[in-house]
C-alpha cells in the first residue's frame, strides 16, 4: 500500500510541477520613466492597449491641460495628453511577451513599432523601435 501511496504523490507532484505555465498579467497601472505619467494597461478587444491616466505635469505654463501640439497631425494637435492612448494593438508572444503592438511618443509626435515584456511582476520593459534602431525603457508598477 505504501509504494502505491509513493508512486501516487510522485506522479501528482510531476503533473503539479509540468503545467503549462499561465501567461503573466500585464494588466494595471504603470508608472513610466522619471515618473512623468501613469499608463494603464487593458485589454482592448483581443488585444492590449494602455492611456495616460495620469500626468505629473498636467498642465502647460499658462496653467491649460497639455495638448499633443507635437502631433504631425494638425488635426489632433488640439486633443489633450492625458487619456490619450499611448499603446495599441499587443498581443501575447510568449508567457510574459508581448508584441505587434505600437507606442505614441507625444514628446516627438511619432508611432513606434513597440514590444512589451514583463521582468518581474512590478516591472515592465517596453521598446519602441525605428526599422533597427530600438529604445527600451522600464517602467514599473504603481498598481
Known amino acids: 500500500m505504501r509504494i502505491f501511496t ?3 504523490c510522485g506522479l501528482l507532484a510531476m ?5 503549462t505555465p499561465a501567461f ?4 494595471g497601472t504603470w508608472s ?4 512623468k505619467s501613469h499608463v ?3 485589454p482592448c478587444g483581443d488585444k492590449f492597449c494602455g492611456k495616460i491616466i495620469w500626468l ?3 498642465d502647460t505654463k499658462e496653467g491649460k491641460p497639455k495638448t499633443d501640439e507635437n502631433n504631425t497631425d494638425d488635426a489632433l494637435k488640439s486633443r489633450p495628453i492625458l487619456g490619450m492612448e499611448l499603446l495599441n494593438g499587443f498581443v501575447p508572444a510568449g508567457s510574459n511577451e508581448w508584441d505587434d503592438g505600437t507606442i505614441y511618443n507625444p514628446e516627438d509626435g511619432k508611432t513606434y513599432s513597440s514590444t512589451m515584456t514583463l521582468a518581474d511582476p512590478k516591472k515592465l520593459e517596453v521598446k519602441g523601435c525605428v526599422l533597427f534602431f530600438c529604445k527600451t525603457q522600464v517602467w514599473n508598477r504603481v498598481e
Open 6 to 8: 509513493s508512486i501516487g
Open 15 to 19: 503533473a503539479f510541477f509540468t503545467v
Open 24 to 27: 503573466a498579467d500585464v494588466t
Open 32 to 35: 513610466t520613466v522619471d515618473d
Open 40 to 42: 494603464k494597461i487593458e
Open 56 to 58: 505629473k505635469e498636467p
